[in-house]
């Protein structure tokens, strides 16, 4: 009997022993770790290559020592502070990739003369709006946008795009457009970006046509390498853009017609941002639409 009862209890022991490891895994396995091959490898990884190659040759123009202290500046903001909220929010600490690549965009579009305080407090905005308005764990609007136009409404901060090379000879907006290509193609984004540029010209053409002030300049230097910059690198952004084609040419048709609309009558620094935000808020109108569609159940028939 003494025995019976014996192999009764190893059995419940077993029984409770495989609970518990279901339900608190064993913390002796080690996490992966950041590897620098996997991200460089991933399309994260090659924008923040492409950006950084595109940043350097940019940095080809006269007093551009300023472009890579914001840089510098505003990626360091960026990787503390989204430190700081997974710490305080108690989530896995980890190199945060999203991080980096919006200090690369803040500080290569922000003119290279902007104060140090300027380029740190629109990378924070940016990363605060980033998580404070998500759907789900994704951000609904492009941060390094909200940062953006943060700083150049509140406080009149400059822009000059020069990670866009605007500020180089106009051969080396083929520099631009060949690293747009690699991206576009490896998240495949071609269609948003085909639609962009393709209203974003023929909204301009029509305009300068017809005789309307200004309208022309958004197709020469240092706006229309603004627009490709925008249009492969931020339009883009997988979190806040659609994944579908057919959303992809409404999202870049929207974007720019509205950029358009606010170059002739908003302003003519923040106009881009203000058509990729408009985008961003009408595919995170879509995403709630689809949540809130009722399931549709088909009958079951029973024989």
């Not at 409404?250 to 509205?258: D, I, M, P, S």
């Amino acid at each position: 009997m003494e025995r019976i009862e014996t192999d009764m209890q190893r059995g419940l022991r077993k029984v409770r022993d495989s609970r518990m490891e279901r339900m608190h895994p064993v913390k002796s396995k080690k996490r992966a770790g950041f590897s620098f091959k996997k991200f460089i490898k991933s399309p994260k990884g090659i924008v923040f290559s492409l950006l950084t190659i595109l940043s350097l040759i940019g940095l080809d123009y006269p007093n551009s020592s300023g472009g890579i202290r914001n840089i510098i500046l505003a990626v360091v903001t960026g990787l503390f502070m989204d430190y700081v909220v997974a710490y305080l929010m108690e989530r896995p600490v980890r190199f945060s990739d999203g991080a980096l690549v919006t200090g690369l965009i803040i500080g290569g579009i922000l003119s290279p003369a902007t104060s140090w305080y300027l380029v740190m407090l629109t990378t924070v905005v940016a990363l605060g709006f980033k998580h404070i308005f998500k759907d789900k764990r994704k951000p609904i609007f492009n941060p390094a946008a909200i940062g953006l136009l943060f700083s150049a409404t509140v406080f009149a901060a400059g822009d000059s795009w020069w990670s866009g090379l605007s500020m180089l000879s106009p051969w080396t907006t083929v520099l631009l457009i060949v690293a747009g290509f690699i991206i576009a193609d490896r998240i495949n984004k071609f269609p948003l970006v085909f639609s962009f540029l393709a209203v974003y010209i023929l909204f301009f053409l029509v305009l300068g046509i017809l005789g309307v002030t200004g309208a022309g300049d958004a197709l020469r230097m240092p706006y229309i390498n603004s627009a490709l910059f925008l249009a492969f690198f931020m339009l883009t952004d997988p979190p806040t853009s659609p994944a579908k084609y057919s959303e992809q040419v409404f999202f870049g048709f929207l974007a720019a017609v509205v950029s358009g609309a606010a170059f002739l009558y908003l302003s003519k620094l923040s106009y881009l941002l203000v058509g990729l935000l408009t985008a961003n808020a009408w595919k995170a109108l879509q995403a709630r639409r689809r949540q809130n569609r009722p399931v549709r159940r088909g009958r079951i028939n029973v024989n």
